[in-house]
């Protein structure tokens, strides 16, 4: 008999999830795919990736939603969309815009400047066209410079839907600048234009 009629198919090999032996079971499971998520999702992608029931998902989101509401946390889980996802509670939106706009603002990353000066030259583009140019996962960086309001989703790509992203008026005014036009020559930490090209044409960049 040759190996290949032994071998195992390949799904065979994935362990299955015994989510009653994490600490807080299916519910906890479920707070930690949307404390990780940065688009709402639906109970059937989150009951794929759990291996749970779409019913009994749909029912811990509920329950999740009203627990939150109820101990006046300074977030919700809201249904949007057909989809679920955490948001700041509305209460408490001058307090996040206070820490938004004080002295954090101007403490960027170099990861956040660099992945920044990409979404300022190349926008509108996407996070797997960012991850390109950069050569790493910029998933984080975005998410950081969204809640710091420096860069906002300005539309989705034709064919793929991903999301796009570009600067905002909170950026030019950082920078000093009146309009993208008064952006200085390509800054030294993006790819060279012909790598540029390069990655355009691979559908990259």
């Known amino acids: 008999m040759s190996d290949d009629a032994t071998a195992p198919a390949p799904e065979a090999l994935q362990v299955a999830l015994d989510l009653e032996q994490l600490p807080g079971g299916a519910r906890s499971a479920v707070e930690a795919v949307l404390m990780v998520i940065d688009e709402p999702v639906t109970e059937e992608e ?3 990736a ?4 779409v019913e009994d998902v749909g029912a811990l989101l509920d329950e999740l939603a009203k627990e939150y509401a109820d101990s006046a946390r300074g977030f919700v889980l809201r249904r949007l969309g057909g989809g679920w996802r955490i948001y700041t509670r509305p209460e408490y939106a001058p307090v996040v815009e206070r820490f938004l706009l004080g002295g954090q603002q101007a403490r960027l990353t170099q990861a956040a400047l660099e992945t920044l ?8 583009v996407s996070r797997a066209r960012i991850g390109a140019i950069r050569g790493v996962n910029v998933d984080g960086v975005v998410r ?3 809640a710091r309001g420096m860069v906002t989703e300005v539309g989705h790509e034709p064919t793929a839907g991903a999301v796009l992203y570009g600067t905002t008026d909170l950026f030019l005014q950082r920078m000093g600048l009146d309009s993208l ?3 200085p020559a390509l800054a030294p930490y993006l790819p060279s234009a012909e790598v540029l090209e390069e990655l355009a044409a691979e559908g990259l960049a």
């Open 46 to 48: 989150v009951a794929q």
């Open 50 to 53: 759990l291996e749970l029931p």
């Open 117 to 124: 000066a990409v979404i300022a030259y190349r926008q509108p």
């Open 144 to 146: 950081t410079l969204l």
């Open 181 to 183: 036009d008064d952006l």
